[in-house]
């Protein structure tokens, strides 16, 4: 895998993300998180995009196993 590879994977994922923080800006839960989303965010997803994958997702699944 090439570095562009990997920032193409990070954009393409914090493009995704932020669509989906977009969709749901006006869920309860969500409004301090849209309100401070910006570009220093985005980048910082771009870079270490797996971490961020897999915080997203895991906190997606134990969202469904709450009660």
């Given at each position: 895998?090439?570095?562009?590879?990997?920032?193409?994977?990070?954009?393409?994922f914090?493009?995704?993300?932020?669509?989906?923080?977009?969709?749901?800006?006006?869920?309860?839960?969500?409004?301090?998180?849209?309100?401070?989303?910006?570009?220093?965010?985005?980048?910082?997803?771009?870079?270490?995009?797996?971490?961020?994958?897999?915080?997203?997702?895991?906190?997606?699944?134990?969202?469904?196993?709450?009660?």
């Amino acid at each position: 895998m090439s570095i562009l590879n990997y920032f193409l994977i990070g954009v393409i994922f914090t493009f995704i993300l932020d669509s989906i923080l977009q969709s749901l800006k006006n869920h309860p839960k969500l409004k301090k998180v849209v309100k401070d989303w910006g570009w220093n965010e985005r980048i910082a997803c771009i870079l270490v995009w797996p971490l961020g994958f897999v915080a997203f997702f895991g906190s997606l699944i134990l969202s469904f196993f709450k009660k």
